[in-house]
């Protein structure tokens, strides 16, 4: 069944500082993939997506993507973490009914001033 | 467009009581998902609708959950009787019917049962 693995349960950088959260995927065709970011007591916010074609994808705030095929993953990065990114993380893919998105356990971001 | 559109945004019950939770997706979209975040879980899909039909409804945790969409603009997620283990964060989204499209989310509904 396909599913989607957070490595990282709660990560803390220093502002100012590079970031990259880690998302494997296990999917038997190349997948749709997603990352989204959930502020405190909001919902789901969408910041970046890869269908097909670049690898390397460009989001909001400033953050980007990459898929790898060979590493079945999709980590996203951000070369500068801004303190309003501290936040909870999640990678998505597309489920076993494809029609339904697959969460990973998610990935809380805290930043240090 | 406002986007989702979830009420209440807080909802505090005693247990055994009835619970209804109420959406309004995103106008020309024609898939609404349910979704349900605990700590313990995360996020779990209960109900998938398409053209207001329920497709899947096999994470619809028991027989207490029931969900409905009457027309294309509205959908409810009732718990009939409510216990603590119920108390979650409740989301509802929509989307375009296609893999590729994301799924925009409402601000959901926190739901404590005592």
């Known amino acids: 069944a396909q599913s989607v693995t957070q490595p990282d349960i709660h990560i803390t950088v220093s502002e100012g500082a590079s970031l990259e959260l880690r998302c494997n995927y296990s999917y038997g065709a190349t997948p749709y993939l997603f990352w989204y970011v959930q502020s405190p007591g909001q919902g789901l916010q969408l910041l970046l997506k890869?269908?097909?074609?670049?690898?390397l994808v460009q989001g909001i705030k400033g953050f980007e993507a990459e898929f790898k095929r060979s590493q079945s993953s999709f980590n996203l990065r951000k070369p500068s973490v801004h303190w309003s990114d501290a936040a909870e993380y999640f990678c998505a893919a597309p489920g076993a009914g494809s029609y339904q998105l697959t969460f990973g356990k998610g990935t809380k971001l805290s930043v240090i001033p | 467009d406002a986007g989702v559109i979830q009420s209440p945004r807080h909802e505090v019950t005693e247990m055994g009581q009835e619970v209804t939770l109420r959406c309004k997706p995103i106008?020309?979209?024609?898939?609404l998902f349910w979704y349900r975040q605990t700590m313990m879980r995360g996020l779990e899909l209960l109900i998938y609708f398409n053209n207001n039909v329920p497709i899947d409804d096999s994470g619809m945790p028991e027989d207490r959950f029931s969900a409905k969409m009457p027309n294309a603009s509205f959908s409810t997620l009732k718990i009939q009787p409510s216990e603590p283990r119920d108390s979650a964060v409740y989301f509802c989204?929509?989307?375009?019917?296609?893999?590729?499209?994301?799924?925009?989310f409402g601000q959901g509904t926190r739901l404590t049962v005592v």
């Open positions: 989204a929509s989307s375009f019917p296609d893999s590729g499209t994301e799924a925009f």
């Open positions: 106008s020309g979209h024609n898939s």
């Open positions: 890869y269908f097909s074609g670049d690898t």
